[in-house]
Protein backbone atom coordinates (compact mmCIF):
# COMPACT_ATOMS: atom_id res chain seq x y z
CA UNK A 1 0.00 0.00 0.00
CA UNK A 2 3.07 2.36 0.36
CA UNK A 3 3.94 1.81 -3.12
CA UNK A 4 0.25 3.65 -3.79
CA UNK A 5 1.74 6.21 -2.56
CA UNK A 6 4.46 6.31 -4.73
CA UNK A 7 2.84 5.72 -7.34
CA UNK A 8 0.28 9.05 -7.02
CA UNK A 9 3.37 10.84 -6.68
CA UNK A 10 4.60 9.79 -10.32
CA UNK A 11 1.04 10.41 -11.63
CA UNK A 12 1.87 14.16 -10.52
CA UNK A 13 4.93 14.03 -11.79
CA UNK A 14 3.85 13.02 -15.37
CA UNK A 15 0.96 15.18 -15.07
CA UNK A 16 3.31 18.33 -14.84
CA UNK A 17 5.53 17.05 -17.54
CA UNK A 18 2.30 17.00 -19.79
CA UNK A 19 1.94 20.41 -18.68
CA UNK A 20 5.65 21.83 -18.98
CA UNK A 21 5.94 22.15 -15.53
CA UNK A 22 9.18 20.21 -14.47
CA UNK A 23 9.16 18.62 -11.42
CA UNK A 24 12.05 18.96 -8.76
CA UNK A 25 11.19 16.49 -5.94
CA UNK A 26 14.29 14.49 -7.00
CA UNK A 27 15.96 17.99 -7.00
CA UNK A 28 15.73 18.87 -3.39
CA UNK A 29 19.19 18.38 -2.46
CA UNK A 30 20.40 20.62 -4.87
CA UNK A 31 18.41 23.38 -3.71
CA UNK A 32 20.72 26.38 -2.76
CA UNK A 33 20.56 26.37 0.81
CA UNK A 34 20.93 29.02 3.40
CA UNK A 35 20.05 27.23 6.40
CA UNK A 36 20.97 23.60 7.53
CA UNK A 37 17.17 23.53 8.44
CA UNK A 38 16.69 22.80 4.90
CA UNK A 39 18.62 19.43 5.01
CA UNK A 40 16.71 16.52 4.10
CA UNK A 41 15.67 13.76 5.76
CA UNK A 42 13.32 11.05 4.54
CA UNK A 43 10.47 10.60 6.32
CA UNK A 44 9.66 7.10 7.50
CA UNK A 45 9.74 4.15 4.31
CA UNK A 46 7.93 7.00 2.43
CA UNK A 47 9.31 8.35 -0.50
CA UNK A 48 9.41 12.31 1.14
CA UNK A 49 12.33 13.78 1.74
CA UNK A 50 11.81 16.47 3.92
CA UNK A 51 13.51 19.35 5.24
CA UNK A 52 15.13 19.11 8.91
CA UNK A 53 12.65 22.19 9.71
CA UNK A 54 9.34 22.25 9.22
CA UNK A 55 6.91 25.61 9.27
CA UNK A 56 4.20 25.03 11.69
CA UNK A 57 1.19 27.15 11.00
CA UNK A 58 -2.07 27.68 13.52
CA UNK A 59 -1.11 31.25 14.44
CA UNK A 60 -1.88 32.25 11.11
CA UNK A 61 -5.58 34.05 11.18
CA UNK A 62 -5.38 34.02 14.64
CA UNK A 63 -2.36 35.96 15.83
CA UNK A 64 -0.98 36.41 12.10
CA UNK A 65 -2.79 38.09 9.05
CA UNK A 66 -2.41 37.00 5.73
CA UNK A 67 0.41 38.87 4.60
CA UNK A 68 2.23 37.85 7.46
CA UNK A 69 1.99 34.33 6.95
CA UNK A 70 2.83 34.74 3.14
CA UNK A 71 6.31 36.23 4.54
CA UNK A 72 6.75 33.59 6.62
CA UNK A 73 6.32 31.56 4.02
CA UNK A 74 8.50 33.19 1.45
CA UNK A 75 11.52 33.97 3.75
CA UNK A 76 11.58 29.86 4.84
CA UNK A 77 10.91 28.46 1.58
CA UNK A 78 12.51 30.87 -1.02
CA UNK A 79 15.21 32.28 0.95
CA UNK A 80 16.34 29.47 3.49
CA UNK A 81 15.40 26.37 1.01
CA UNK A 82 12.78 24.63 3.46
CA UNK A 83 10.17 22.57 1.62
CA UNK A 84 8.01 21.33 4.00
CA UNK A 85 5.04 22.55 6.18
CA UNK A 86 2.05 21.32 8.56
CA UNK A 87 -1.19 22.43 8.57
CA UNK A 88 -5.09 21.54 10.26
CA UNK A 89 -8.47 21.42 9.01
CA UNK A 90 -8.98 23.14 12.90
CA UNK A 91 -6.27 25.84 12.73
CA UNK A 92 -5.87 28.50 13.65
CA UNK A 93 -5.55 27.61 17.36
CA UNK A 94 -7.41 28.67 20.10
CA UNK A 95 -9.81 27.41 17.55
CA UNK A 96 -13.22 29.10 16.79
CA UNK A 97 -16.19 28.87 14.31
CA UNK A 98 -15.21 32.35 12.82
CA UNK A 99 -11.89 31.28 12.04
CA UNK A 100 -11.64 27.73 11.53
CA UNK A 101 -9.80 27.16 7.98
CA UNK A 102 -8.56 30.50 7.93
CA UNK A 103 -4.95 28.98 7.73
CA UNK A 104 -5.55 26.93 4.70
CA UNK A 105 -6.57 29.75 2.55
CA UNK A 106 -3.58 31.44 3.30
CA UNK A 107 -1.47 28.95 2.43
CA UNK A 108 -3.61 28.06 -0.50
CA UNK A 109 -2.90 32.03 -1.33
CA UNK A 110 0.53 31.57 -1.40
CA UNK A 111 0.84 28.51 -3.24
CA UNK A 112 -1.04 29.85 -6.09
CA UNK A 113 1.60 30.45 -9.28
CA UNK A 114 3.82 28.39 -7.38
CA UNK A 115 5.21 24.51 -8.25
CA UNK A 116 3.55 22.39 -6.14
CA UNK A 117 5.75 20.06 -6.19
CA UNK A 118 8.17 21.97 -4.60
CA UNK A 119 6.05 21.76 -1.26
CA UNK A 120 5.66 18.73 1.28
CA UNK A 121 2.25 19.68 2.76
CA UNK A 122 0.79 18.14 5.40
CA UNK A 123 -2.44 18.78 7.30
CA UNK A 124 -4.69 16.95 9.40
CA UNK A 125 -8.30 15.91 10.18
CA UNK A 126 -9.42 15.68 13.53
CA UNK A 127 -9.75 13.32 15.90
CA UNK A 128 -12.83 12.11 18.49
CA UNK A 129 -14.61 15.56 19.94
CA UNK A 130 -17.77 16.72 20.89
CA UNK A 131 -16.90 20.49 20.36
CA UNK A 132 -19.04 20.77 17.30
CA UNK A 133 -19.32 23.95 16.57
CA UNK A 134 -16.20 24.40 14.87
CA UNK A 135 -15.25 21.79 12.46
CA UNK A 136 -17.03 20.88 9.59
CA UNK A 137 -21.15 19.67 10.82
CA UNK A 138 -22.14 21.89 14.09
CA UNK A 139 -24.64 18.89 14.51
CA UNK A 140 -22.41 15.99 14.96
CA UNK A 141 -18.81 14.76 17.19
CA UNK A 142 -15.63 14.61 14.84
CA UNK A 143 -14.92 11.05 15.10
CA UNK A 144 -12.29 9.27 12.64
CA UNK A 145 -14.55 7.36 10.35
CA UNK A 146 -14.01 6.96 6.21
CA UNK A 147 -16.90 9.28 5.84
CA UNK A 148 -15.61 12.41 7.95
CA UNK A 149 -11.70 11.29 6.53
CA UNK A 150 -13.31 12.15 3.06
CA UNK A 151 -15.71 14.93 4.23
CA UNK A 152 -12.01 16.38 5.84
CA UNK A 153 -10.07 15.71 3.16
CA UNK A 154 -12.31 17.39 0.45
CA UNK A 155 -12.72 21.01 2.37
CA UNK A 156 -9.12 21.04 2.98
CA UNK A 157 -8.07 20.12 -0.49
CA UNK A 158 -10.69 23.16 -1.60
CA UNK A 159 -9.62 25.52 0.44
CA UNK A 160 -5.97 24.40 0.12
CA UNK A 161 -6.11 25.26 -3.59
CA UNK A 162 -4.54 22.22 -4.54
CA UNK A 163 -5.32 18.60 -5.81
CA UNK A 164 -3.66 16.53 -3.57
CA UNK A 165 -2.14 15.70 0.37
CA UNK A 166 1.27 14.77 0.61
CA UNK A 167 0.74 14.09 4.34
CA UNK A 168 -2.60 13.22 6.27
CA UNK A 169 -2.22 12.51 9.88
CA UNK A 170 -5.24 12.03 12.25
CA UNK A 171 -4.96 14.92 14.82
CA UNK A 172 -5.55 13.00 18.13
CA UNK A 173 -6.92 9.18 18.20
CA UNK A 174 -10.42 8.73 18.18
CA UNK A 175 -10.47 6.72 21.40
CA UNK A 176 -9.47 8.00 24.41
CA UNK A 177 -5.93 8.61 25.30
CA UNK A 178 -4.71 11.66 27.61
CA UNK A 179 -3.84 14.50 25.86
CA UNK A 180 -2.37 17.85 26.08
CA UNK A 181 -0.71 17.31 29.91
CA UNK A 182 -4.24 15.28 31.02
CA UNK A 183 -3.56 13.29 34.09
CA UNK A 184 -2.41 9.07 33.76
CA UNK A 185 -4.58 6.73 31.81
CA UNK A 186 -7.37 6.22 33.37
CA UNK A 187 -9.60 3.22 32.34
CA UNK A 188 -12.84 5.35 33.90
CA UNK A 189 -12.39 7.20 31.24
CA UNK A 190 -12.96 4.83 28.71
CA UNK A 191 -15.25 5.35 25.97
CA UNK A 192 -17.45 2.88 24.03
CA UNK A 193 -17.76 2.99 19.78
CA UNK A 194 -14.34 3.55 19.16
CA UNK A 195 -13.39 3.42 15.31
CA UNK A 196 -11.57 0.68 14.79
CA UNK A 197 -8.07 0.69 13.42
CA UNK A 198 -8.69 -1.26 10.19
CA UNK A 199 -11.66 1.12 9.57
CA UNK A 200 -9.99 4.06 9.92
CA UNK A 201 -7.27 2.77 7.93
CA UNK A 202 -10.28 2.31 4.84
CA UNK A 203 -10.87 5.38 5.17
CA UNK A 204 -7.00 6.73 4.64
CA UNK A 205 -7.12 3.98 1.78
CA UNK A 206 -9.94 5.41 0.19
CA UNK A 207 -8.48 9.06 -0.03
CA UNK A 208 -5.41 7.29 -0.92
CA UNK A 209 -6.67 5.67 -3.89
CA UNK A 210 -8.51 8.62 -4.96
CA UNK A 211 -5.23 10.17 -5.56
CA UNK A 212 -6.25 13.22 -3.01
CA UNK A 213 -3.57 11.86 -0.15
CA UNK A 214 -0.47 10.12 -0.77
CA UNK A 215 0.79 9.30 2.72
CA UNK A 216 -0.55 8.90 6.18
CA UNK A 217 0.62 9.92 9.57
CA UNK A 218 -0.87 10.29 13.22
CA UNK A 219 -0.23 12.99 16.17
CA UNK A 220 -0.98 12.22 19.43
CA UNK A 221 -0.64 9.09 19.57
CA UNK A 222 0.85 6.20 21.93
CA UNK A 223 2.81 2.93 21.38
CA UNK A 224 -0.37 1.08 21.11
CA UNK A 225 -1.98 3.17 18.65
CA UNK A 226 1.52 2.65 16.53
CA UNK A 227 1.53 -0.58 16.56
CA UNK A 228 -2.10 -1.61 16.08
CA UNK A 229 -2.19 0.51 12.90
CA UNK A 230 1.10 -1.08 12.03
CA UNK A 231 0.05 -4.24 12.43
CA UNK A 232 -3.80 -3.97 10.92
CA UNK A 233 -1.98 -2.14 7.62
CA UNK A 234 -0.23 -5.33 7.49
CA UNK A 235 -2.06 -7.98 8.19
CA UNK A 236 -5.31 -6.25 5.89
CA UNK A 237 -2.50 -4.60 2.83
CA UNK A 238 -3.67 -1.30 4.24
CA UNK A 239 -1.51 1.87 4.58
CA UNK A 240 0.73 1.86 7.38
CA UNK A 241 1.68 5.44 9.04
CA UNK A 242 5.16 6.54 8.15
CA UNK A 243 5.21 9.59 10.80
CA UNK A 244 4.09 10.37 14.24
CA UNK A 245 3.55 14.12 15.18
CA UNK A 246 3.92 14.26 19.59
CA UNK A 247 5.02 16.86 21.60
CA UNK A 248 8.63 16.75 21.95
CA UNK A 249 11.18 19.21 24.12
CA UNK A 250 13.70 19.81 26.64
CA UNK A 251 10.55 19.73 28.93
CA UNK A 252 8.03 16.80 27.51
CA UNK A 253 10.66 14.09 26.63
CA UNK A 254 9.69 10.98 28.44
CA UNK A 255 6.15 9.70 26.42
CA UNK A 256 8.43 9.65 23.55
CA UNK A 257 11.70 8.13 24.58
CA UNK A 258 10.82 5.52 26.70
CA UNK A 259 9.08 2.88 24.54
CA UNK A 260 7.40 4.78 21.38
CA UNK A 261 10.97 5.67 20.17
CA UNK A 262 11.65 2.00 20.02
CA UNK A 263 7.88 1.41 18.55
CA UNK A 264 8.58 3.64 15.97
CA UNK A 265 12.04 2.71 15.05
CA UNK A 266 10.66 -0.74 14.85
CA UNK A 267 7.83 0.17 12.37
CA UNK A 268 10.00 2.90 10.91
CA UNK A 269 7.76 6.06 11.65
CA UNK A 270 9.49 8.88 11.75
CA UNK A 271 8.97 11.87 14.39
CA UNK A 272 7.93 15.10 13.47
CA UNK A 273 7.91 16.96 17.05
CA UNK A 274 5.75 19.72 17.99
CA UNK A 275 6.04 22.26 20.80
CA UNK A 276 9.84 22.28 20.73
CA UNK A 277 9.91 25.46 22.34
CA UNK A 278 6.77 24.51 24.68
CA UNK A 279 4.52 26.70 23.77
CA UNK A 280 7.34 29.55 24.00
CA UNK A 281 8.41 28.84 27.57
CA UNK A 282 12.05 27.54 26.39
CA UNK A 283 12.63 30.90 25.12
CA UNK A 284 12.85 32.08 28.51
CA UNK A 285 10.55 35.25 27.52
CA UNK A 286 7.78 33.97 30.34
CA UNK A 287 10.09 34.13 33.16
CA UNK A 288 10.86 37.58 32.12
CA UNK A 289 8.36 40.28 31.17
CA UNK A 290 6.88 39.06 27.97
CA UNK A 291 4.81 41.01 25.49
CA UNK A 292 0.74 41.25 26.02
CA UNK A 293 0.45 39.57 22.66
CA UNK A 294 2.58 36.44 24.00
CA UNK A 295 0.43 33.29 23.36
CA UNK A 296 0.27 32.76 27.20
CA UNK A 297 -1.03 35.71 28.17
CA UNK A 298 -3.00 36.32 24.77
CA UNK A 299 -5.01 33.72 25.83
CA UNK A 300 -5.74 32.87 29.57
CA UNK A 301 -5.62 29.04 30.55
CA UNK A 302 -3.78 28.12 27.39
CA UNK A 303 -1.27 25.45 27.79
CA UNK A 304 -1.63 25.56 31.07
CA UNK A 305 0.95 22.56 31.16
CA UNK A 306 3.42 24.88 30.67
CA UNK A 307 3.19 27.69 33.53
CA UNK A 308 3.52 25.76 36.89
CA UNK A 309 6.41 26.88 38.94
CA UNK A 310 8.65 23.53 38.13
CA UNK A 311 8.56 24.25 34.31
CA UNK A 312 10.19 27.38 35.36
CA UNK A 313 12.65 26.62 37.36
CA UNK A 314 13.47 23.81 34.39
CA UNK A 315 13.68 26.85 31.99
CA UNK A 316 16.11 29.03 34.29
CA UNK A 317 18.76 26.13 34.00
CA UNK A 318 18.38 25.39 30.44
CA UNK A 319 19.32 29.03 30.10
CA UNK A 320 22.36 28.53 32.46
CA UNK A 321 23.34 25.60 30.03
CA UNK A 322 22.50 27.88 27.11
CA UNK A 323 24.56 30.82 28.12
CA UNK A 324 27.36 28.96 29.16
CA UNK A 325 27.87 27.58 25.40
CA UNK A 326 27.53 30.74 24.02
CA UNK A 327 23.77 30.15 22.61
CA UNK A 328 20.64 31.57 23.08
CA UNK A 329 17.65 29.56 24.81
CA UNK A 330 15.87 29.20 21.39
CA UNK A 331 18.62 27.65 20.17
CA UNK A 332 19.56 25.36 22.65
CA UNK A 333 16.23 24.12 22.41
CA UNK A 334 15.93 24.07 18.99
CA UNK A 335 19.09 22.67 18.12
CA UNK A 336 19.04 19.87 20.59
CA UNK A 337 15.92 18.79 19.13
CA UNK A 338 17.88 18.52 16.29
CA UNK A 339 20.13 16.35 17.30
CA UNK A 340 17.65 13.70 18.57
CA UNK A 341 18.26 9.95 16.37
CA UNK A 342 14.60 9.80 15.79
CA UNK A 343 13.67 13.11 15.05
CA UNK A 344 12.55 13.42 10.83
CA UNK A 345 11.53 16.97 11.24
CA UNK A 346 11.26 19.52 13.98
CA UNK A 347 8.11 21.76 13.81
CA UNK A 348 8.24 25.44 14.71
CA UNK A 349 6.15 28.22 14.57
CA UNK A 350 6.38 32.02 15.17
CA UNK A 351 4.37 35.16 15.10
CA UNK A 352 6.87 37.56 14.03
CA UNK A 353 9.75 37.40 11.37
CA UNK A 354 12.18 38.27 14.12
CA UNK A 355 11.33 34.95 15.81
CA UNK A 356 11.47 32.86 12.84
CA UNK A 357 14.49 34.04 11.73
CA UNK A 358 16.27 32.93 15.27
CA UNK A 359 14.25 29.57 15.02
CA UNK A 360 15.52 28.93 11.36
CA UNK A 361 19.17 29.80 12.63
CA UNK A 362 19.31 27.45 15.36
CA UNK A 363 18.88 24.50 13.20
CA UNK A 364 22.86 25.73 12.14
CA UNK A 365 23.93 24.89 15.62
CA UNK A 366 25.59 21.75 17.11
CA UNK A 367 25.78 21.04 20.11
CA UNK A 368 28.75 19.79 21.59
CA UNK A 369 28.82 16.82 23.93
CA UNK A 370 29.94 18.89 27.07
CA UNK A 371 26.91 21.17 26.16
CA UNK A 372 24.53 17.15 25.30
CA UNK A 373 25.70 16.80 29.18
CA UNK A 374 24.71 19.74 30.69
CA UNK A 375 21.59 19.10 28.94
CA UNK A 376 21.53 15.70 30.73
CA UNK A 377 21.87 16.88 34.25
CA UNK A 378 18.87 19.16 34.08
CA UNK A 379 17.11 16.79 32.93
CA UNK A 380 17.67 14.65 35.63
CA UNK A 381 17.14 17.37 38.17
CA UNK A 382 13.37 17.70 35.77
CA UNK A 383 11.95 15.11 34.48
CA UNK A 384 8.83 16.20 32.11
CA UNK A 385 7.88 19.31 34.59
CA UNK A 386 4.96 19.99 32.37
CA UNK A 387 3.13 16.47 33.27
CA UNK A 388 -0.22 18.19 35.46
Known amino acids: MQALGKQVGKNILAKQAKTNKPSVRCHATATAQKSKAANRRQLGDSDL??????????????????????????????????NFMDSAEMYPVPTEAETQGRTDRYIGSWMKGRKRDDIVLATKVSGYSQRTTWVRDPQRPTRVTPEQIQESVDRSLSRLGTDYIDLLQIHWPDRYVPLFGAPPYDIKNEREGDVPFEEQLRGIENVIKQGKVRYF???NETSYGVSEFCHTAKAMGLPKPVSIQNSYSLL?????????????????????????????????????NPSEKARFNLFPGYMERYKTSMVKEAVIEYEKVAAKHG??????ALAWCKSRWFMASTIIGATTMEQLKENISAFDKDLSEECMADVAAVYKRFRDPTIL
Open 49 to 82: QVSECCLGTMTWGKQNTEAEAHQQLSYAFDDMGI
Open 217 to 219: GVS
Open 252 to 288: ARSQFETDLAETCRRHNVGLLSYSPLAGGALTGKYNR
Open 327 to 332: LTPTEL
